[in-house]
């Protein structure tokens, strides 16, 4: 069964500190790795990954992926408060057109 | 752009009561998804559509049946609802063979 597993499940900052959260998967031949951001509502995309070793960056936020290795880190320096959210990865099995979603990591930023 | 909008935002239903969640999309994509979202438990797949005119199970089908209605519509309905559905709903789009997804802003539902 595909699995997905985020670490930490929760995590409390103060602003300007920098945090890795982890995502590690148990799919074999996958297509794409991708992170998302949920805030209030609906999640909201960040990132696709689909080499090994290329970094993604936007902003402060950057994520890279180990195909090898089986994970993912989604890195945020200097964090805001606008930054509290749900970080949801998920992953695309081969047989495609479906993602399989871990439980994502609550972050919160305190001023 | 409306994007995907979910119909409605809110509902309480009393146990054993039906009734059907509303998505459509403006993006003219390929696929749609029905998630349901737990504390705990991130998003759980409850059914798919890779395109119009098909439907597969995801994760969690049991208790729900969807209708793909055209491309943009993809509906959800609970028979007979029990409180182990209390949940809050979510469906998605995507291109076809593009994976990010676009997401509703959800539906809160309630069982009691």
């Known amino acids: 069964e595909d699995k997905v597993v985020q670490s930490p499940l929760s995590l409390v900052v103060h602003e300007g500190d920098t945090v890795t959260l982890n995502c590690s998967y148990e799919?074999?031949?996958?297509?794409?790795l991708l992170w998302y951001k949920q805030e209030k509502k609906a999640p909201t995309f960040l990132f696709m990954l689909?080499?090994?070793?290329i970094e993604k960056k936007s902003g402060r936020l950057s994520s890279i992926l180990d195909k090898k290795e089986l994970f993912s880190i989604l890195n945020i320096t200097a964090t805001q408060t606008g930054d509290s959210a749900i970080y949801l990865c998920?992953?695309?099995?081969?047989?495609?057109?479906?993602?399989?979603f871990g439980a994502g990591t609550i972050l919160r930023v305190k001023s | 752009n409306a994007g995907v909008t979910q119909t409605p935002k809110f509902q309480v239903l009393k146990t054993g009561q039906s009734m059907t969640l509303q998505c459509a999309q403006d993006?003219?994509?390929?696929?749609m998804y029905w998630y349901r979202q737990d504390p705990g438990m991130g998003l759980r797949l409850i059914y798919y559509?890779?395109?119009?005119?098909?439907?597969d199970k995801g994760e969690v089908p049991n208790g729900y049946n969807v209708s793909r209605l055209n491309k943009r519509e993809f509906s959800l309905r609970l028979e007979s609802a029990a409180p182990s559905q209390t949940s809050v709903y979510f469906c998605?789009?995507?291109?076809?063979?593009?994976?990010?997804?676009?997401f509703g802003p959800g539906t809160r539902l309630t069982v009691t």
């Open positions: 799919v074999t031949n996958f297509r794409s």
């Open positions: 993006m003219n994509h390929n696929s």
């Open positions: 689909t080499s090994s070793g």
């Open positions: 998605a789009s995507s291109d076809q063979g593009y994976y990010e997804q676009y």
């Open positions: 559509s890779a395109s119009e005119g098909t439907t």
């Open positions: 998920a992953v695309e099995p081969p047989r495609g057109n479906k993602l399989v």
